[in-house]
């Protein structure tokens, strides 16, 4: 069983940058892909950003490619997203998520059902 608990959200003008980090426990994530998502009101929860075990492959939401930058650390057992230029549309509850299966170094999946396991989410909120 893994636990996730997203620390960081908050409230930012539009422009405005913030950092969103995740701690994973219960298990040690370092041969697990890890990946952030996103719900906006009345909207599906869609793909951020994803990176592989071995950091060594990432892969964005065309919403947020240029904006948005996923990293992690496996000894700390954590991944971490830093959001840039923010936008109003980038309102949202921001989830972590690991996916149910190990995959290839290089693996990083971008859909939702590939994941098993969610945080409890944290809430972005960008102002015009």
């Known amino acids: 069983q893994v636990q996730l608990v997203e620390s960081g959200g908050g409230s930012v003008q539009a422009g405005g940058s913030l950092s969103l980090s995740c701690a994973a426990s219960?298990?040690?994530?370092?041969?697990?892909?890890m990946g952030w998502f996103r719900q906006a009101p009345g909207k599906e929860r869609e793909f951020v950003a994803g990176?592989?075990?071995?950091?060594?492959?990432?892969s964005y939401g065309d919403s947020v490619k240029g904006r948005f930058t996923i990293s992690r650390d496996n000894a700390k057992n954590t991944v971490s997203v830093q959001m840039n230029s923010l936008k109003p549309e980038d309102t949202a509850v921001y989830y972590c998520?690991?996916?149910?299966?190990?995959?290839?170094?290089?693996?990083?999946?971008?859909?939702?059902?590939?994941?098993?396991?969610w945080g409890q989410g944290t809430q972005v909120t960008v102002s015009s």
């Open positions: 998520a690991v996916p149910g299966s190990v995959g290839s170094m290089l693996y990083v999946p971008t859909r939702r059902s590939e994941y098993g396991y």
């Open positions: 219960g298990r040690t994530i370092g041969s697990y892909a």
């Open positions: 990176i592989s075990w071995s950091g060594g492959r990432t």
